[in-house]
């Protein structure tokens, strides 16, 4: 009789656990919204999470967002360099958001030219990206860390082979009909934009971007498309030496990719539009597996794609006394790409060493690196490129 007892409360509360998740699932519904700053631009990037969950989105290129919440819940909207917005979303289906700037960030010292500034005395546009920012996270390519971090900065990802995912950079969009490309400077020294994916992001002490004309006045024409303006770690004077180590290890698998019919059902449906396309003989052939040389049957993603790893490691040793202080680093990168006998390996170096005599400075930059770079002797190219 106990045990009946326990049977029946245990199916009444199953039952009443399935009433609520129906109820909860009943009020769920879709909202929009779009995200501004304060002189009405749209924000691209920004976070938009619902509270106390890992359920969220970023706005597209208009600002623009779309999610699915329930009437009880609150959004929570942020981006860098703004203060944080806490939305209840109530019976509310479209949100206009603006996001006011955060004043402590103006006490930020940015790279500008060839000196360093704080943001509130600045006149021009500038954004910045300090080490904290970007150190901890795990990426083929420095350059993407700069997504969704820097207003006004749009990345377009225009591959994603392993070796060559270079990706395009417009600071304010397209301003002319030739080379849009900003001008890219490492510890004062022009480079490109192939140049920062090589930089170890451990390296990198701060990142600015100067994206309105003032910066023309400080470089010239070059800096019409903007300027992004690298600095990378150095020692500190009379500091002790200190040793760092960081690692990561990651696993890289296909996304979404397509679900192919099989060749036999393929070769009816081709019947259909072309009749006798396949012979009765073909067609059984290709059912039956018996001839697989000639009527094969092969799921060409699965035998081209794999889940791949990538890890990368980064030791440096700093330190320094009253007139001489240094960094140096070495880096390992290895990423292997999700097709097959395609890869990266990359090894890299870094040593900064400043020194002073009486009333002289001197500063000596060194880094070089090496890639080996995997991939096909002619790159693939449309509609089933790769499996050719």
Same mark, same amino acid.
């Given at each position: 009789?106990?045990?009946?007892?326990?049977?029946?409360?245990?199916?009444?509360?199953?039952?009443?656990?399935?009433?609520?998740?129906?109820?909860?699932?009943?009020?769920?519904?879709?909202?929009?919204?779009?995200?501004?700053?304060?002189?009405?631009?749209?924000?691209?990037?920004?976070?938009?999470?619902?509270?106390?969950?890992?359920?969220?989105?970023?706005?597209?290129?208009?600002?623009?967002?779309?999610?699915?919440?329930?009437?009880?819940?609150?959004?929570?909207?942020?981006?860098?360099?703004?203060?944080?917005?806490?939305?209840?979303?109530?019976?509310?289906?479209?949100?206009?958001?603006?996001?006011?700037?955060?004043?402590?960030?103006?006490?930020?010292?940015?790279?500008?030219?060839?000196?360093?500034?704080?943001?509130?005395?600045?006149?021009?546009?500038?954004?910045?990206?300090?080490?904290?920012?970007?150190?901890?996270?795990?990426?083929?390519?420095?350059?993407?860390?700069?997504?969704?971090?820097?207003?006004?900065?749009?990345?377009?990802?225009?591959?994603?082979?392993?070796?060559?995912?270079?990706?395009?950079?417009?600071?304010?969009?397209?301003?002319?009909?030739?080379?849009?490309?900003?001008?890219?400077?490492?510890?004062?020294?022009?480079?490109?934009?192939?140049?920062?994916?090589?930089?170890?992001?451990?390296?990198?002490?701060?990142?600015?971007?100067?994206?309105?004309?003032?910066?023309?006045?400080?470089?010239?024409?070059?800096?019409?498309?903007?300027?992004?303006?690298?600095?990378?770690?150095?020692?500190?004077?009379?500091?002790?030496?200190?040793?760092?180590?960081?690692?990561?290890?990651?696993?890289?698998?296909?996304?979404?990719?397509?679900?192919?019919?099989?060749?036999?059902?393929?070769?009816?449906?081709?019947?259909?539009?072309?009749?006798?396309?396949?012979?009765?003989?073909?067609?059984?052939?290709?059912?039956?597996?018996?001839?697989?040389?000639?009527?094969?049957?092969?799921?060409?993603?699965?035998?081209?794609?794999?889940?791949?790893?990538?890890?990368?490691?980064?030791?440096?040793?700093?330190? @320094? !006394?009253? =007139?001489?202080?240094?960094?140096?680093? /070495? +880096?390992?990168?290895?990423?292997? %790409? #999700? *097709?097959?006998?395609?890869?990266?390996?990359?090894?890299?170096?870094?040593?900064?060493?400043?020194?002073?005599?009486?009333?002289?400075?001197?500063?000596?930059?060194?880094? @070089? !690196?090496? =890639?080996?770079?995997?991939?096909?002797? /002619? +790159?693939?190219?449309?509609?089933? %490129? #790769? *499996?050719?």
């Amino acid at each position: 009789m106990k045990r009946q007892r326990q049977k029946l409360f245990r199916v009444f509360l199953a039952g009443v656990l399935m009433l609520f998740s129906f109820m909860a699932y009943a009020q769920e519904r879709t909202v929009t919204g779009r995200v501004y700053d304060s002189s009405g631009e749209s924000i691209i990037g920004a976070s938009v999470v619902v509270q106390g969950t890992m359920q969220g989105v970023v706005t597209d290129m208009d600002g623009a967002f779309q999610l699915k919440v329930q009437p009880s819940q609150s959004l929570v909207i942020s981006f860098l360099g703004y203060k944080d917005v806490i939305l209840p979303v109530g019976n509310k289906n479209d949100f206009k958001i603006i996001l006011e700037e955060d004043s402590k960030k103006l006490d930020e010292v940015v790279v500008v030219g060839y000196a360093t500034q704080k943001k509130v005395n600045l006149t021009g546009s500038v954004a910045s990206v300090s080490a904290k920012d970007i150190q901890d996270i795990p990426v083929a390519n420095t350059t993407t860390l700069l997504q969704g971090r820097l207003p006004g900065l749009v990345l377009t990802q225009n591959g994603a082979q392993a070796g060559n995912d270079n990706p395009e950079i417009r600071i304010r969009g397209i301003g002319t009909f030739g080379n849009n490309n900003p001008m890219v400077l490492i510890d004062g020294v022009e480079g490109s934009i192939s140049q920062i994916a090589e930089i170890p992001s451990a390296d990198i002490e701060s990142i600015s971007v100067l994206k309105d004309a003032a910066s023309a006045a400080i470089y010239g024409v070059r800096a019409a498309n903007g300027v992004i303006l690298i600095t990378t770690k150095r020692g500190q004077a009379s500091s002790k030496v200190k040793v760092s180590y960081s690692g990561s290890y990651t696993l890289q698998t296909p996304g979404i990719v397509p679900d192919y019919v099989d060749s036999y059902n393929w070769a009816l449906m081709k019947n259909e539009v072309n009749p006798g396309t396949f012979s009765s003989e073909a067609l059984q052939k290709l059912k039956d597996g018996s001839d697989p040389d000639h009527y094969a049957n092969t799921n060409w993603l699965d035998a081209v794609l794999r889940n791949a790893s990538m890890h990368q490691h980064h030791l440096s040793v700093s330190g @320094g !006394n009253e =007139n001489t202080h240094f960094m140096t680093s /070495v +880096a390992y990168f290895n990423q292997d %790409g #999700i *097709m097959m006998k395609t890869g990266v390996e990359r090894f890299s170096f870094r040593s900064n060493i400043d020194t002073r005599y009486k009333r002289f400075t001197f500063g000596l930059n060194l880094s @070089g !690196n090496k =890639n080996n770079v995997t991939a096909p002797a /002619v +790159a693939p190219s449309g509609e089933g %490129g #790769i *499996m050719r």
